[in-house]
C-alpha cells in the first residue's frame, strides 16, 4: 500500500521467502526498511522506499523456457519449484 505523497510503502505478508528477504534487508538497511508489526499467521508489515517496490507482468511459459534453457548453457543454477517437468523432460 501506497500513496503518491510519500516516499514509502506498507508491505503486508505471510509469505516466508518475502519475509526473510525484508528482515536482511531492514538488518543491512534498517533506517530504510522498518519493521511495522507482526500479525497472525507469522504476518509481518513493513515499511519500506517506495521505489523498492515493483509489479510486473508474469512470464510466459516460452520466456520461462528460455531463461531456463540460457541458464543452463551459462551454467547457471535455476529454480524449477513446480512439479512441471523442465525443458528436458527431467523432473
Known amino acids: 500500500m501506497f500513496d503518491n505523497e510519500i516516499d514509502t510503502a506498507k508491505v503486508y505478508t505471510h509469505d516466508a521467502r518475502l519475509i526473510r528477504k525484508l528482515k536482511e534487508l531492514a538488518e543491512n538497511y534498517p533506517e530504510q526498511f522498518?519493521?511495522?508489526?507482526?500479525?497472525?499467521?507469522?504476518?509481518?508489515?513493513?515499511?519500506?522506499?517506495?521505489?523498492?517496490?515493483?509489479?510486473?507482468?508474469?512470464?510466459?511459459?516460452?520466456?520461462?523456457?528460455?531463461?531456463?534453457?540460457?541458464?543452463?548453457?551459462?551454467?547457471?543454477?535455476?529454480?524449477?519449484?513446480?512439479?512441471e517437468a523442465d525443458i528436458d523432460g527431467n523432473e
Open 34 to 83: 522498518l519493521l511495522l508489526s507482526k500479525g497472525p499467521q507469522k504476518a509481518v508489515t513493513y515499511r519500506v522506499p517506495k521505489r523498492c517496490v515493483g509489479i510486473r507482468a508474469p512470464y510466459d511459459e516460452n520466456r520461462r523456457n528460455r531463461q531456463i534453457q540460457d541458464a543452463k548453457v551459462k551454467g547457471l543454477p535455476f529454480s524449477n519449484n513446480s512439479k
